[in-house]
């Protein structure tokens, strides 16, 4: 599943192979390294995709501080589908790409701005 709105690229895959993949893919495309970013429902595989892939973590520079800090109180749920809306998704494509994550996929976001 691939999606492109104004502001990012997203595309979802099957596993930590195929996302690191996915990354090399986006960089030899043009894309800088601090605009690739790795979401995984397990926050540890996804910091383990982003250390082999060489891609980033939404932090608080993508979300705010504000949002950063209420994420320690969210679900993990709804702490991905704000992870995503600062990416520049809607609510609703957050939703969709969640439910993703959920079922042990993983998601690629490269922004375009």
Not at 52 to 72: H, Y
Not at 77 to 93: H, N, P, Q, Y
């Amino acid at each position: 599943m691939e999606s492109t709105n104004m502001k990012s690229y997203a595309k979802v895959v099957e596993n930590g192979t195929q996302a690191v993949h996915e990354v090399q893919n986006l960089r030899q495309s043009g894309y800088d390294h601090d605009r690739i970013f790795v979401l995984a429902h397990d926050s540890d595989m996804t910091s383990r995709i982003v250390d082999v892939a060489d891609a980033n973590e939404v932090g608080i520079k993508e979300e705010g501080v504000i949002d950063a800090f209420a994420n320690l109180f969210r679900s993990r749920g709804d702490e991905l589908r704000a992870k995503i809306v600062s990416l520049g998704f809607t609510e609703a494509e957050a939703g969709f790409y969640e439910k993703q994550l959920d079922l042990g996929k993983v998601l690629v976001v490269a922004r375009k701005e």
